[in-house]
Nanobody
């Protein structure tokens, strides 16, 4: 059974930094793209950043220049370095792994989420 576990969320003042990590565990042969999403109450979950298995990245406009996504394929882990945080970055951040190939076949997986709160 594949599981994703996020860590690194918390409370930070505006202008500060946080680093989120998401590790996939279980028997994993390969993972496609990995990404970070965020959601605030009453709004749809939005893609913040994604990274392919070969390292190509994509960001939502509101975080370009402030957030950096990276991954360690050997550790099945994806990271999100968040700098110059703003109160509008406050949300629950979710990790997603696409096309995870394991013993049960190929599936997409979500982590349970980690709260990021930025105070003004």
């Amino acid at each position: 059974q594949v599981q994703l576990v996020e860590s690194g969320g918390g409370l930070v003042q505006a202008g500060g930094s946080l680093r989120l990590s998401c590790a996939a565990s279980g028997t994993i042969f390969s993972i496609g793209a990995m990404g970070w999403y965020r959601q605030v109450p009453g709004k749809q979950r939005e893609l913040v950043a994604s990274i392919t298995s070969s390292g190509s990245t994509n960001y939502v406009d509101s975080v370009k220049g402030r957030f950096t996504i990276s991954r360690d394929n050997a550790k099945h882990t994806v990271y999100l370095q968040m700098n110059s945080l703003k109160p509008e970055d406050t949300a629950v951040y979710y990790c997603k792994a696409d096309r995870v190939l394991g013993f049960l076949g190929q599936n997409d997986y979500w982590g349970p989420g980690t709260q990021v709160t930025v105070s003004s």
